[in-house]
């Protein structure tokens, strides 16, 4: 399996004029910083790593080391305010809640640094990276799949371009499964030169 990235990490966004970026996670230096995000109360809920600090490095560790996904920080003009997981819906859970096609990829956030929370960034930083998942041009299909009690996020992934399919069961969740298309996404950003 190919392992998975973005192709590109920076993006303007015009909607908000600042600089979207997306750099790895580096295990040493975003620890704290992550463990810290996950203990937040509008995280905890959602991500259910509300977990000792051995049990999270564990955690991490291990993701870091999947092929099929790939871990970002996502930064406004150079600061670290959000958390991204990228990967193959191939070789994820996933892959058994519908008919997945090998190029699809998915994504989750959360947004870590409470001063970034309630100002509009979700829906440009998602829709950067969707962007930048799109720039392979085998994937036809976004995927997320948050949980179905997060009606904020499911309501931003539906701005920006994800549509409801069905409600399906995942370990620790029932998630609402949410599918977003190549060329829905280009026709509904490619006049607003938000990107």
Known sequence: ???????????????????????????????????????????VPYWNLNISREEYLKHLTQFLQDPHHSLHIGLIDGVPMSYWETYWVKGDILENSYEYHPADQGVHL?????????????????????????????????????????????????????????KIPLPGKEAALLFCDRNEFKQRWQNTHAI
């Not at 990490?9 to 704290?32: C, G, H, M, N, Y």
């Not at 930048?132 to 997060?150: H, Q, Y």
Request: proline share 5%; charged share 25%; net charge neutral.
């Open 110 to 166: 959360l947004i870590g640094d409470t001063d970034y929370l309630g100002k509009g960034y979700a829906l440009p930083l998602l829709r950067a990276i969707t962007h930048l998942l799109f720039e392979n041009a085998e994937t036809e299909k976004v995927v997320a799949e948050p949980n179905f009690l997060n009606k904020k996020m499911i309501h931003v992934f539906g701005k920006c371009g994800f549509q409801f399919q069905k």
């Open 1 to 43: 399996m190919v392992k998975h990235k973005l192709p590109r990490q920076t993006i303007w966004d015009r909607s908000i004029e600042k600089e979207i970026s997306f750099r790895p996670v580096q295990l040493e230096a975003d620890f704290e910083m992550l463990y810290q995000w996950h203990q937040e109360p509008h995280v």
